[in-house]
């Protein structure tokens, strides 16, 4: 059966950081682009970043530009998203995906991890 499953999240005070954490289990995810989005109440889940399998491709979404770092781990078939300088704006469920090539739709999705930023 094949899961991802997203770790890290809680609470913090804005201006602060977490790590979230993705792990893939099922299958190896090493050839995968892999990617985070999030959904805050009442709104639709958005793109944050993806990374393409050797890391060479990152992208982001503007919104967390210069607080957000993308990593990857493939012999822990494992993914990062280090926030840092969080925002109250930043408050969302993230969820943690997998795909098969750069422009295309993610086939794997985790649950969500909650993260919760206060002012």
């Known amino acids: 059966q094949v899961q991802l499953v997203e770790s890290g999240g809680g609470l913090v005070q804005a201006g602060g950081s977490l790590r979230l954490s993705c792990t893939a289990s099922g299958r190896t995810f090493s050839r995968d682009v892999m990617g985070w989005f999030r959904q805050a109440p009442g709104k639709e889940r958005d793109f944050v970043a993806k990374?393409?399998?050797?890391?060479?491709?990152?992208r982001y979404a503007d919104s967390v530009k210069g607080r957000f770092t993308i990593s990857r781990d493939n012999a822990k078939n494992t993914m990062y998203l280090q926030m840092n300088s969080l925002k109250p704006d930043d408050t969302a469920v993230y969820y943690c995906a997998a795909g098969s090539t750069w422009s295309s739709g993610m086939d794997y999705w985790g649950k969500g991890a909650l993260v919760t930023v206060s002012s």
């Open positions: 990374i393409n399998w050797n890391s060479i491709l990152i």
